[in-house]
């Protein structure tokens, strides 16, 4: 999708076990492990991530690096919230989400977000004055938060002094992924 060396880069990708959209975390997460990039994916437990695909269809399993709890965001380079309804809503509510993602944005790290995975950053109070996107249902959620809704492709904003870049949902992809290597070309 992109030229830009994301090698020796380390992301965290952030998940429940169940009901991740299939593309929005397998696609970023093939990619940028075919760049060279370390990406570790957390779940709440160490079980089998079981994926959807259109928050309904059984999708590709995915072994998890480590659990939410034992993550450290410090190590890492770029946070990836992948969406999915069922993931997304039961990732806003689990204790280490909101711990996860103000490390990144506390020290100006950049966060990736798409679909549903805005959510995460609703509850973690990170998208006041910030642009961004989600699926279309999370609009009043963002706004209510302080956020600025835009129906776009990808969406990057670096109010605030980080980096978020978000999309829509899985046909968003291409713009999305190549706006986090850019992220990582830094």
Request: with cysteine; net charge negative.
């Amino acid at each position: 999708m992109t030229d830009h060396d994301v090698s020796r880069r380390k992301i965290l990708a952030i998940v429940t076990n169940y009901g991740v959209e299939q593309d929005e975390l397998v696609v970023p997460l093939d990619h940028l492990r075919g760049g060279g990039a370390q990406v570790d994916v957390a779940a709440v437990t160490m079980d089998d991530i079981d994926t959807l695909v259109s928050d309904k269809e059984p999708g590709r399993a995915v072994r998890p690096d480590l659990t939410l709890d034992d993550a450290d965001p410090a190590e890492y380079d770029l946070l990836l919230v992948p969406g999915g309804t069922l993931n997304a809503d039961t990732l806003r509510l689990h204790k280490s989400t909101p711990r996860i993602v103000r490390s990144f944005t506390e020290s100006g790290r950049p966060v990736a977000a798409i679909c549903h995975g805005p959510w995460a950053l609703v509850e973690a109070g990170a998208v006041a004055g910030k642009r961004l996107t989600s699926y279309a249902s999370l609009q009043t959620d963002i706004r209510n938060a302080g956020g600025d809704w835009a129906d776009e492709p990808v969406v990057t904003d670096e109010a605030g002094g980080w980096k978020l870049i978000t999309s829509r949902n899985p046909g968003d992809l291409e713009p999305f992924i190549r706006e986090i290597d850019a992220a990582l070309a830094l």
